[in-house]
């Protein structure tokens, strides 16, 4: 019994199922992917607002080191300052300023990427606009970045360990420098302070925040910078106001950089930065910059770094470690069959899906406490970027299936951040809730995590939390401010939390409160809370509320009750401001409600009605494949016999058609990895159809054979022949039903389609 199996048989005891324990043999003869790192696509998501990067990261990694070249160059595509852009880093752009430690992968709101290190040659130069440099030669896999700059024939490389990183600049004959910008990144917030250790080593900390531009969301990021050479000369620089009197009227860009060559204490400021200067550098010497990061403190960075690159290990090892730990993640899911493309597609799906939630503790079990100046300390890890409006879809479902051990400590930082403020997290970011997006999502995260099985957390505080969120006055609701009239009128009308109504999303809250308070329901019941079991349930179909027969979707309600008048159930599309509804028209939320299909389907006169709308949606072009609402309505076809073909038909071109290995191959934001995981799922055979319920909708797999790791053995899955499905077996017994739950999947142990032409 490996270390997975001997910590989960410790950790199920109070699952309800008993789980096999033997791992099925990869039949010999049979060809995989022995080197899954070889099969990702770093670039893929970094154009169309994908908004990845290719930096080097490891899976939940707190560190991460992304090239920046959104700013400094009139020739840049895109700029972070011209424009919303939310990502370091664009394909298209070629002017490299830097390397950022400290990102997001695939978010909507510009935040963190700072601490930019660059290198230069010739005269020292402390002005980004004019130190930046095009670049060529670029490459990237998992866990290593490398690039050429052209300007100055230096070849620059990053990887990382888990909280550090190491980078390796390579540079000409000649003089060379490194330099630290602590005054420029991606976030919107400013301030530094930067000290001279030694002749080597620097620390310091900068200020990150402002998350979709709430100002009460920052949080300090600590370092501690060391290069492995000498450096015959170094110092600080400051940005400087033009004199008063002598030059122009002062404004952020035309003032100048003043050197430091004689003072060595803390500098601080909005715009400074560091530099090290090597003289009579050897052609194709190297200098090598090791960071160690913190959100507690200077003391801890270093511990991490001291921790985490022990003076042994070389640039070329922690490259190497980053790749092998890499490989054996991505390894936990074999695939076997497919095309080059659909494994390139399925291994940097799974990828992206493996960035956040990241790890924030230190290795001392230090991290910050939620909403709080002070420390807290963790026995296991502690997670954060909860973004849990996108993730509580998918992605903490493939957490639970393929990596449990992780789902389980970040289920349990979801409860002592309740423990620290006193709500559960909904876009939670380094110890600050950004109350971005709405709904109340961490609750079914915890319910389905529960009900697949993995208990092994505090149960009765997890339901006070999520009990408070639903009962609690809006006044006093954090979670649901406009709770109010949902539990008075079963819905929230226009304008009770917008006065202005272009901005107002009470349908879209509404119909997140209804999935969360079914997952509540569900929870209630299986703990024999039984009043609380009938409240939720009931609460949850107050959707029915806004369906309107004569546009036959979802329509807001005012707040004397009518229908919003006039209406267009098409407004809304490309995130045009719609009265009810958030980044998104009606037909991208009308289908959204998961946990009463059946229900909903009666509302529109009928199974055949319902099927012949939903195909509407795909045919007329009116569902959204790069938003949430509608991610899942490809599988609600299988709810209805004889109609499971139309799943198959729309899952595969919608995979064919947005998922490629192109800089766009992400249909749009990949939300944390939200989108990645839809992709993982789908070709594999099988969705999680319904946050907070343990159940899967299937559909023709991509690959002949897929094994996937869990917590109780090797889940196989395989298909024959091509099409759609004419026949499923499930185990040892032919499968009729096209929703199984969890507990059978793994019970069975396989799963197994035949394919055929469809007559």
């Given at each position: 019994m490996?270390?997975r199996?001997?910590?989960w048989?410790?950790t199920?005891?109070a699952?309800?199922?008993?789980l096999?324990?033997?791992?099925?043999?990869?039949?010999?003869?049979?060809?995989?992917?022995?080197d899954?790192?070889?099969?990702?696509?770093?670039?893929?998501?970094t154009?169309?607002?994908?908004t990845?990067?290719?930096?080097?990261v490891?899976?939940?990694?707190?560190m991460?080191v992304v090239p920046?070249?959104?700013?400094?160059?009139?020739?840049?595509?895109h700029?972070?300052d011209?424009?919303?852009?939310?990502t370091?880093?664009?394909y298209h752009?070629k002017f490299?300023?830097?390397f950022?430690?400290?990102?997001l992968?695939?978010?909507g709101?510009?935040?963190?990427?700072?601490?930019?290190?660059?290198a230069?040659t010739?005269?020292?130069e402390v002005?980004?606009?004019?130190?930046?440099s095009e670049y060529?030669d670029?490459t990237?896999?998992p866990?290593?970045y490398a690039l050429?700059l052209?300007?100055?024939?230096?070849r620059?490389?990053?990887?990382?360990?888990a909280r550090?990183?190491a980078?390796?600049?390579t540079?000409?004959?000649g003089?060379?420098?490194?330099?630290?910008n602590?005054?420029?990144g991606?976030?919107?917030?400013?301030?530094?302070?930067v000290?001279?250790v030694?002749a080597?080593?620097i620390?310091g900390?900068k200020?990150?925040g402002?998350?979709c531009y709430?100002p009460?969301t920052?949080f300090?990021?600590?370092?501690v910078l060391?290069?492995?050479?000498?450096?015959?000369?170094?110092g600080?620089?400051k940005?400087q106001?033009?004199?008063?009197?002598v030059?122009?009227?002062w404004t952020?860009?035309n003032g100048r950089?003043?050197?430091?060559?004689?003072?060595g204490?803390?500098?601080s400021?909005?715009?400074?930065g560091y530099?090290?200067?090597?003289?009579?550098?050897t052609?194709?010497e190297?200098v090598?910059?090791?960071?160690?990061?913190?959100?507690?403190s200077?003391?801890?960075?270093?511990?991490?770094?001291?921790?985490?690159?022990?003076?042994a290990m070389t640039?070329?090892?922690?490259q190497a470690?980053?790749r092998?730990?890499?490989?054996d993640d991505?390894g936990r899911?074999?695939?076997?069959g497919?095309?080059e493309?659909?494994r390139?597609v399925?291994y940097?799906?799974?990828y992206?899906?493996?960035i956040h939630p990241n790890?924030l503790?230190?290795?001392?079990?230090e991290y910050?406490?939620?909403?709080?100046?002070?420390v807290?300390?963790?026995?296991?890890?502690?997670y954060t970027?909860?973004?849990?409006?996108?993730t509580?879809?998918n992605l903490?479902?493939?957490m639970t299936?393929v990596?449990?051990?992780?789902?389980i400590d970040m289920?349990?930082?979801?409860?002592d951040m309740?423990?620290?403020?006193g709500?559960l997290?909904k876009w939670?970011?380094?110890?600050?809730?950004?109350?971005?997006m709405?709904?109340?999502?961490?609750?079914?995260?915890?319910v389905d995590?529960w009900m697949?099985?993995?208990?092994?957390?505090d149960v009765e505080?997890?339901?006070a939390?999520?009990?408070?969120s639903?009962t609690t006055?809006g006044?006093q609701?954090?979670m649901?401010p406009d709770?109010?009239?949902y539990?008075?009128?079963?819905y929230?009308?226009?304008?009770?939390?917008?006065?202005?109504?272009?901005g107002d999303?009470?349908?879209s809250?509404?119909l997140e409160y209804?999935?969360a308070?079914?997952?509540?329901?569900q929870f209630a019941?299986?703990l024999?809370?039984?009043?609380?079991?009938?409240?939720f349930r009931n609460?949850s179909l107050g959707?029915k509320?806004y369906?309107c027969p004569e546009f036959?979707?979802?329509?807001?309600?005012?707040k004397?009750?009518e229908?919003l008048?006039?209406?267009?159930?098409?407004?809304?599309?490309?995130?045009?401001?719609?009265?009810g509804?958030?980044?998104?028209s009606?037909w991208?939320y009308?289908?959204?409600v998961p946990?009463?299909?059946e229900g909903?389907?009666?509302?529109?006169g009928?199974?055949k009605?319902?099927v012949?709308?939903?195909q509407?949606?795909f045919?007329?072009g009116?569902?959204?494949?790069?938003?949430?609402p509608?991610?899942?309505?490809?599988?609600l076809f299988?709810?209805f016999?004889?109609?499971?073909w139309r799943t198959?038909?729309e899952v595969?071109r919608?995979?064919?058609?947005?998922f490629?290995t192109?800089?766009?191959g992400?249909p749009g934001?990949d939300?944390?990895g939200t989108m990645?995981?839809?992709?993982v799922?789908s070709m594999l055979?099988?969705y999680p159809d319904?946050?907070?319920e343990p159940y899967y909708?299937?559909t023709a797999?991509?690959?002949?054979?897929a094994?996937?790791d869990?917590?109780?053995g090797?889940l196989?899955?395989?298909?024959q022949?091509?099409?759609y499905?004419?026949?499923m077996?499930l185990?040892?017994?032919?499968?009729?039903?096209?929703?199984?739950?969890?507990a059978?999947l793994?019970?069975?142990?396989?799963?197994?389609f035949n394919?055929?032409?469809?007559?």
């Open positions: 490996n270390l199996q001997r910590f048989a410790a199920f005891v699952a309800v199922f008993a096999p324990v033997d791992a099925q043999q990869t039949p010999s003869g049979q060809l995989g992917t022995a899954p790192v070889a099969c990702v696509v770093p670039f893929v998501g154009t169309n607002f994908g990845t990067n290719p930096g080097a490891l899976p939940h990694g707190m991460a920046f070249n959104v700013m400094g160059s009139a020739k840049n595509v700029d972070k011209s424009r919303w852009w939310s370091p880093y664009e752009n490299f300023t830097g950022a430690h400290g990102a992968s695939g978010v709101c510009p935040e963190m990427g700072a601490l930019l290190t660059m230069i010739g005269d020292l002005d980004y606009r004019n130190y930046g060529r670029e990237a896999s866990g290593y050429s052209s300007r100055y024939g230096v620059a490389e990053a990887t990382a360990t550090t990183s980078e390796r600049y540079f000409p004959a003089k060379g420098h490194i330099l630290l602590l005054g420029e991606l976030t919107n917030e400013s301030g530094a302070t000290r001279r030694s080597t080593e620390e900390s200020l990150l402002t998350f709430n009460q920052v300090p990021i600590y370092f060391r290069v492995t050479k000498t450096p015959t000369a170094s600080y620089w940005k106001r033009p004199m008063k009197g030059e122009a009227e952020p860009d950089y003043k050197l430091y060559t004689r003072y204490r803390d500098l400021g909005d715009d400074i530099w090290f200067t090597f003289d009579n550098l052609a194709g190297q090598e910059i090791r960071m160690g990061i913190s959100f507690v200077t003391e801890n960075a270093r511990r991490n770094l001291d921790a985490e690159q022990p003076a640039f070329d090892s922690i470690a980053a092998n730990r890499w490989n991505l899911i074999r695939i076997f497919g095309s493309e659909q390139k399925f940097t799906a799974l992206h899906a493996l790890l503790n230190d290795v001392n079990g910050p406490l939620m909403e709080s100046d002070g807290g300390v963790t026995e296991g890890n502690r970027v909860f973004s849990l409006w996108d509580y879809r903490h479902q493939l299936l990596y449990p051990e992780r789902q289920v349990r930082s979801m409860i309740y423990r620290e403020w709500w997290p939670e970011l380094y110890g600050r809730e950004t109350f971005t709405e709904g109340d999502p961490a609750i079914p995260v915890i995590t697949k099985g993995l208990r092994d957390f505080t997890a339901y939390a999520m009990r408070k639903a006055a006044a609701n954090r649901r709770i109010d009239p539990i008075e009128r079963g929230v009308p226009l304008g009770w939390f917008a006065a202005d109504l272009s999303n009470s349908v809250h509404a209804y999935v308070d079914n997952a509540l329901s019941a299986a024999g809370k039984t009043d609380d079991a009938t409240l609460r959707y509320h369906y036959g979707t979802l329509r807001p309600r005012t004397s009750g229908f008048t006039p209406f267009n159930p098409r407004q809304g599309e490309n995130f045009e401001h719609v009265p509804f958030h980044e998104g009606a991208n009308t289908f959204f946990h009463d299909v909903l389907a009666k509302l529109m009928g199974s009605k319902f012949a709308k939903l509407k949606v045919d007329e009116l569902y959204d494949p790069a938003n949430e509608d991610i899942a309505y490809a599988y299988s709810r016999r004889g109609e499971e198959q038909h595969r919608l995979l064919d058609k947005y490629t192109r800089p766009d992400i934001n939300d944390t990645s995981a839809w992709a799922f055979g099988f319904c946050p907070g909708t299937l797999p991509t690959f002949d054979r094994e996937i869990t917590a109780s090797t196989v899955i395989e298909k022949g091509v099409g499905i004419s026949r077996v185990g040892n017994k032919p499968l009729k039903k096209y929703r199984i739950s969890h059978e793994l019970q069975a142990e396989t799963l197994s394919l055929q032409s469809r007559k």
